[in-house]
């Protein structure tokens, strides 16, 4: 097990009707900025449940927040962060807009000379002004980790960002949101959730025993619930395990102490940037063909995946080892998710190596060894084709 | 699946030679008390490893806090507290110089009559003294949370207090600690984090699937590192996973959204406050005889305990069940922890007839359903022994 530091301030409010919680958790002096996304939240009723609860609070408004948060759209929400001396933001949404609510606590505090340099600076956030969060989407995990990835349409970008002072003060996670969520998105979340334990997980073994079966639990926990998520959202047993295990996979705690790779995310973002295809559906692309051409050096995880995950139990290290791979693949397809690149554009050709020349220009090396060069980046997407 | 709040603020620092890194995590200006138990740690090296790490803070010391911690020898440490000025603490020490030092923290605030109140009257800190911890002994994951049990010699008794105020700012987690563990004391450990976990599991099924698969996570890794731990505590893997796997076990995560037991925590602390047995073998004297007693009302999960943890997989839900109480207590067996009141003490008799005479004085109920009486108590106890 490799040495590790923990810390994780969120206070999770989880459970039926804890929306109204929020009249006891943002301060009643502050002023808030309410941000939501594409205004799927005023026909579901979460917004005037947040409202109601708000009901003492002086609220401003910022909807429209497009899925990747759009820099130029934040640039927008900081002018009124700043114009109307906001001192809280509220995000109510899904990981997009809980993510550009992280730039704007970022941005609103931030001293440099344009808050574009929080994202190509590197710049790690200490402190932020401080948000809340009401998940509408379980998925990414962001409303319990001080992470975001914010998108530039102008330059096709997709960065990371993220630092100890972004971690939500709280979030609410009341699972009854899913039963409103379209199946396409709610087999999206099951996909990102799943991806990314396996970022966290699929490396080499390092004796990290605990955190090893922890990852196997959330990967467990979600395939034993989608079926149920997708046929019928309105059951709560399957909605409260699927929301709390994508909490749970991404919010710092299966990654310690363990290498991780993260390089699906990777090249999956510049399947987004470019294409357009929502961000889960990336992963499922790269998802096979990464692990089958990095198979030798993952195949020991692959095969205790494979045991553990699948009941794999017959053959060899190597023979589980594909098993895992195709039963992973079949679990994407169960969830009504294509895998290939063609599945979802014709303009394919030329991807793989606009993606290496991006890495390249970039510097990248990826994987939990660094060792997957451009090239490497180059042959994985085109067995993704 | 319950409702449930979840927030665990502690920073910890896991690993090799993470010592040293106390003087990052204490101000400078910090006029510090350094707390703990009979001495080992000057034999150890960890108290010259600390005290090396905080060369330029301003440290007093108080020695001496005994097992069960007792309220006599920390209002002794309290009295220094207030003489010294005294802004922030330092546990050095297993669960008992934590859980004094919480008291601590709770006790050099509290504005009521006297620190006694915090634990008669159940008083929940808010905020305490802020303090650190450097674990030297694996067993009570009091490192990170937010409880402590105090033990009274004038009036033999064992009570609970706690608060969100009361959890660690840090806590330094080195498994090389446990090399110069006597062996006794890493039994005691194992056995004590095994049951922290029994306790929050072997209710009744709630669906909280992913609760279940991690606290059966901890459960198998606690077996899995069991025989390494004690025959090779310099093993650093079956160290960390045995080290981490404490903590885990009771740090909130796997209590939430489910129903908790505890009574056999209750009845133990009646055995240590009787006959002074260690906290960790009165739980594994309660252990089987509870679980025989309520078996009807827990036999379904524990049925699944057998087949995830013990991989018992032939015959009935009762067979499962009562296969897996048996693999309890030989397991605790292995571990050279005797299961039996007579095997600790001659003076049993009469000891089921105190501890439900007590039980009933404080008008307690027990268990995941506040059903068991104090007569249900008496007749658990009296199959311990």
Request: aromatic share 10%; proline share 4%.
């Amino acid at each position: 097990m490799n040495n590790f530091e923990f810390k994780n301030p969120t206070k999770i409010i989880f459970g039926k009707d804890t929306i109204e919680q929020l009249k006891n958790e943002i301060p009643a002096d502050a002023k808030v900025l309410l941000l939501y996304g594409g205004g799927s939240i005023k026909k579901n009723g979460i917004y005037d449940q947040v409202k109601t609860a708000l009901a003492n609070v002086d609220v401003n408004e910022f909807g429209g927040i497009p899925a990747n948060p759009e820099y130029a759209t934040l640039m927008d929400a900081l002018k009124v962060i700043k114009d109307e001396n906001i001192t809280y933001l509220l995000a109510v949404g899904g990981g997009s807009v809980i993510d550009g609510t992280k730039f704007l606590s970022a941005a609103a505090v931030f001293e440099g000379d344009t808050p574009w340099d929080i994202l190509t600076k590197n710049v790690r956030t200490e402190k932020g002004m401080p948000f809340g969060t009401v998940l509408t989407l379980p998925a990414t995990g962001s409303e319990m980790n001080s992470g975001a990835v914010i998108t530039r349409e102008e330059t096709k970008e997709k960065l990371a960002m993220g630092g100890p002072g972004l971690f939500p003060v709280f979030s609410i996670l009341d699972p009854q949101v899913i039963t409103s969520i379209p199946e396409r998105q709610l087999a999206n979340g099951l996909t990102d959730a799943f991806t990314h334990v396996l970022e966290q997980y699929m490396t080499y073994p390092i004796g990290a025993l605990l955190q090893d079966r922890f990852a196997e639990s959330i990967l467990q926990t979600l395939v034993e619930v989608a079926p149920t998520v997708l046929k019928d959202p309105t059951n709560y047993q399957a909605a409260s395990n699927f929301m709390w295990s994508c909490t749970m996979a991404l919010n710092g705690l299966i990654q310690k102490g363990v290498p991780g790779d993260w390089a699906i995310h990777m090249m999956g973002h510049e399947l987004t940037a470019l294409f357009g295809i929502d961000h889960a559906r990336t992963l499922a692309v790269i998802t096979p063909s990464h692990y089958k051409y990095n198979f030798e050096a993952k195949k020991e995880k692959l095969a205790q995946y494979g045991e553990r995950v699948w009941n794999i139990t017959e053959g060899s290290t190597d023979d589980k080892a594909y098993a895992a791979i195709e039963k992973t693949t079949a679990f994407f397809h169960e969830l009504g998710i294509d895998t290939k690149l063609s599945d979802y554009t014709k303009d394919y050709e030329g991807t793989a190596e606009e993606v290496a020349k991006r890495f390249k220009t970039r510097g990248w090396k990826l994987g939990e060894r660094q060792a997957l060069m451009p090239e490497d980046a180059e042959k994985i997407v085109k067995m993704a084709y």
